[in-house]
Nanobody, 115 residues
Framework: QVQVVESGGGLVQAGGSLRLACAAS????????MRWYRQVPGRQRKWVAE???????HYPDSVKGRFTISRENAKNMVYLQMNSLKPDDTAVYLC?????????WGQGTQVTVSS
């Protein structure tokens, strides 16, 4: 069983930056894919970044050029660097790890961007 814990959220002004961190209790070396999602109350959870085991990354147009996903295998960590933040980026951000056919989710970390 893999435990996933996010951190790094907070309140930031528009145009600012935050780096979110996702700590996995086990090794992420065998992770097939890692993703960050965000969710606003009452709305569908949306994917904002993904990285596959070969290092390939993808982003939706809404965050492309502003968000960067990365990993640090030695520390079992996944990061999401968020720059040029906008009020529309306000949400709970969740880390998702795909290991084999199983998905593991954290509880999320709140990001609030003020205008």
């Amino acid at each position: 069983q893999v435990q996933v814990v996010e951190s790094g959220g907070g309140l930031v002004q528009a145009g600012g930056s935050l780096r979110l961190a996702c700590a996995a209790s086990g090794s992420i070396f065998s992770v097939n894919a890692m993703r960050w999602y965000r969710q606003v109350p009452g709305r569908q959870r949306k994917w904002v970044a993904e990285m596959f085991s070969d290092g390939t990354t993808h982003y939706p147009d809404s965050v492309k050029g502003r968000f960067t996903i990365s990993r640090e295998n030695a520390k079992n960590m996944v990061y999401l660097q968020m720059n040029s933040l906008k009020p529309d980026d306000t949400a709970v951000y969740l880390c998702n790890l795909l290991i084999g056919s199983r998905q593991y989710w954290g509880q999320g970390t709140q990001v609030t961007v003020s205008s």
